[in-house]
């Protein structure tokens, strides 16, 4: 390996983190996929609202909260910094709100005058303070999960748990998941249509508010971990990963909080292998698991978008041949040449005769003379569908649209590709079954 990258041995990064430093991994990856998941989770709502940059503003708008906190009362008890982090990160949402509604700027305008200037008043309050209090804007925004206080443990009914930090972001993570699991119903009808669960009885706005309550204490809770700004990757990155693998909310939450625990212990031995901050790796473990979704989605990804793509050209360009056909032989010609195809449909050769070979292997032509093509029985039949989805779409845009005659053609040839069998046959019922086309053609009748 070159000097910036250390040598990967299997032993250090991979073994002795469980082995000889058990007793620190442990917390540094539970605290780790805690704070994820619980950002993760609340994420997916805030995605689904077209939210997600709220997540940042209120990450950073909590500061002045959490100073005057530890101003009135002068301790860094969780319990005051709780309650400033959560008047201060309703507030922002309030003011947020209050400036779109009631100006011509929108949302994302909106965060960005609000959310700066309360953090820059938090930053001026931790300056101002801080001979007076313990707490330094850097731990805030930066902060590092590797150094969390293992020493402070957390003693209930005699029973001596966890670290103190970890405790309270196990507790903060536990209220999330309970909160969903109660309010499920209302949260999902809220998340795709406050106006309809309003209309139900669900308050939206109260939905709102309480949500951005949650992701106050959720942020708060994470500073001293990860800080403030890598808490605004696990609030976006696990939300968006389980996005683009699927399109129920149920396992959207699920899939997040996998993606939370993976950014967790990737991220921590990640850190071991390079000698790096611990929470910047699992931001990089987690925006890793992203690209690969973006990338590798079966449905949103780019590869499957491509191959549809791909797909669909492929189709259109067999349909577009087989109607070529299907239009020769209504003309009293039952064979074309590839270059008389590739002419009348002003396409490549090269591609013609690609189409002309696919289409022979699937039986659909057969071949003609010495160099001419025509339509197999199987063939007649998917090319009078083809036919057939043209003049009932010529038809539709006649009589409902009002196109000319001489702009049908060109719009239905485009529109004949995207209609499948059973939208093919609501069609033909909805125009009343017609038989001729607006130019005079007969529109073929579907085999039954």
């Known amino acids: 390996m070159n000097g910036l990258i250390p040598s990967f041995e299997w032993r250090h990064v991979v073994v002795e983190p469980w082995t000889v430093g058990a007793g620190t991994s442990i917390w540094i990856v539970l605290m780790g996929a805690l704070v994820a998941v619980s950002c993760g989770l ?121 670290p103190e930090s970890v405790m309270i972001m196990a507790f903060v993570c536990g209220l999330i998941v309970l909160g969903i699991a109660l309010f499920y119903r209302p949260l999902l009808v809220a998340s795709f249509d406050p106006a309809l669960a309003t209309s139900i009885g669900f308050s939206a706005v109260v939905i709102h508010y309480s949500m951005m309550t949650m992701l106050s204490l959720t942020v708060v809770s994470a500073f001293e971990s990860v800080g403030a700004i890598l808490v605004v990757s696990m609030l976006i990155a696990p939300a968006a990963t389980a996005y683009l693998l699927t399109d129920r909310l149920s396992r959207m939450l699920v899939l997040s909080a996998v993606h939370g625990v993976l950014t967790a212990l990737g991220g921590w031995h990640l850190s071991v292998w390079l000698e790096c901050s611990t929470a910047g790796a699992m931001v990089v473990v987690g925006t890793t698991l992203f690209l690969l979704a973006f990338v590798c989605s079966p449905a949103h990804g780019l590869v499957a978008r491509a191959a549809r793509r791909i797909q669909l050209s492929r189709r259109m360009a067999d349909e577009n041949v087989l109607g070529a056909l299907i239009r020769a032989e209504e003309d009293g ?47 007649r039949e998917q090319a009078t569908q083809v036919l057939r989805a043209h003049r009932l779409w010529e038809t539709l845009l006649s009589r409902e649209v009002g196109l000319p005659g001489d702009h049908l053609h060109d719009a239905a040839a485009h529109l004949e590709h995207y209609i499948d069998t059973d939208t093919l046959e609501t069609l033909d019922l909805t125009l009343g079954r017609p038989d001729i086309d607006p130019h005079g053609a007969t529109i073929p009748t579907p085999r039954r």
């Open 42 to 162: 609340i994420g997916c709502f805030l995605v689904l609202r077209g939210m997600s940059l709220i997540g940042d503003a209120i990450s950073h708008a909590v500061l002045p909260g959490i100073a005057l906190a530890f101003l009135l009362s002068g301790s860094r008890a969780s319990l005051p910094m709780f309650v400033g982090a959560a008047i201060f990160g309703v507030l922002t949402a309030v003011l947020i709100e209050t400036v779109y509604k009631h100006s011509r700027i929108k949302q994302d305008a909106a965060m960005g005058v609000v959310f700066p200037t309360l953090f820059a008043v938090g930053v001026i309050l931790i300056s101002l303070l801080a001979d007076k209090v313990d707490l330094d804007q850097e731990c805030v925004l930066y902060g590092e999960i590797a150094f969390i206080p293992l020493e402070d443990r957390t003693t209930l009914l005699g029973v001596t748990l966890g």
């Open 333 to 379: 010609a039952p064979a074309f040449t590839t270059v008389t195809l590739a002419a009348w449909l002003r396409l490549p050769a090269g591609r013609v005769a690609g189409v002309v070979r696919r289409l022979r292997a699937r039986g659909w032509l057969i071949a003609m003379g010495s160099d001419g093509v025509g339509l197999t029985d199987a063939g």
